[in-house]
């Protein structure tokens, strides 16, 4: 006898996921396990109880659930994804260009059971696309798998970031960890809050304090709370100097 699906279902309304796992448990053949009310307990519920299939709704405070979805997508066993909508038939486009799984609210129990018999695991570029696409916020954390557990760090924490071969290191508040993602994806994320000032090194521009100059002509980003400074670079200077003083 084959083991049940395991199925996560995520939303913030209670009567939402009281009636998703009520259609869910009626299909058979799938246990639904612990209920998340927000993106970033799901994420730390799935790293714990490893669902086959979340089913998610998309608007929910904090982080929505495209972001949560990208997080889930760094786990070594990434569970697939539908995600829960009551969007409009323009936004739907979208989901289905990108062959992403979804549902519409209010969920029938059929196109739930059909839903789910076909559900699979979104691509990174999926999700690039739907973020595009779909009104959806910048992500609010970054995700560091550490084993089978993600760990999540606001970006509130972050202090810069810094490239190294085919590494990138977060500096934050906490430390410092390796991360899966490059500087200039990170760069075009964050360029509201973040500036380049070497080929190698994105700083938050919130922990600028000063910029300096020595006798040999170098910029120096001394940054507030930490003990260092980083060297900038002179073609990128003038703009971090307009972005500091903006």
Do not use: W
Not at 64 to 71: K, L, N, P
Not at 229 to 235: E, I, N, Q
């Amino acid at each position: 006898m084959n083991a049940p699906v395991k199925v996560m279902i995520v939303d913030d309304e209670a009567l939402a996921r009281e009636r998703l796992r009520r259609l869910v448990e009626e299909i058979g053949d799938y246990e639904c396990l612990s209920d998340a009310s927000n993106g970033q307990e799901a994420v730390t519920l799935a790293a714990q109880r490893l669902p086959d299939i979340v089913l998610m709704d998309i608007r929910m405070p904090g982080m929505d659930g495209v972001e949560a979805a990208r997080h889930l997508g760094s786990l070594e066993q990434p569970p697939a994804v539908v995600f829960v909508t009551a969007y409009d038939e323009y936004a739907l486009k979208a989901f289905e260009a990108q062959a992403i799984g979804y549902l519409l609210k209010p969920v029938r129990r059929e196109k739930l059971a059909e839903t789910l018999a076909r559900a699979t695991r979104p691509t990174r570029p999926q999700l690039a696309a739907l973020t595009a696409t779909t009104p959806t916020q910048r992500r609010s954390h970054l995700s560091v798998r550490a084993r089978n557990q993600i760990r999540l760090i606001p970006f509130e924490e972050v202090r810069y970031f810094q490239a190294e071969q085919k590494y990138v290191t977060v500096f934050h508040a906490g430390g410092e960890d390796l991360i899966e993602e490059s500087l200039r994806a990170l760069e075009e994320e964050l360029t509201a809050d973040f500036v380049r000032i070497h080929r190698n090194t994105l700083v938050a521009l919130r922990c600028i304090e000063a910029i300096e100059r020595g006798a040999d002509g170098q910029y120096l980003v001394r940054l507030r709370g930490a003990n260092c400074t980083l060297p900038a670079s002179r073609r990128l200077a003038a703009e971090l100097l307009r972005r500091f003083r903006g």
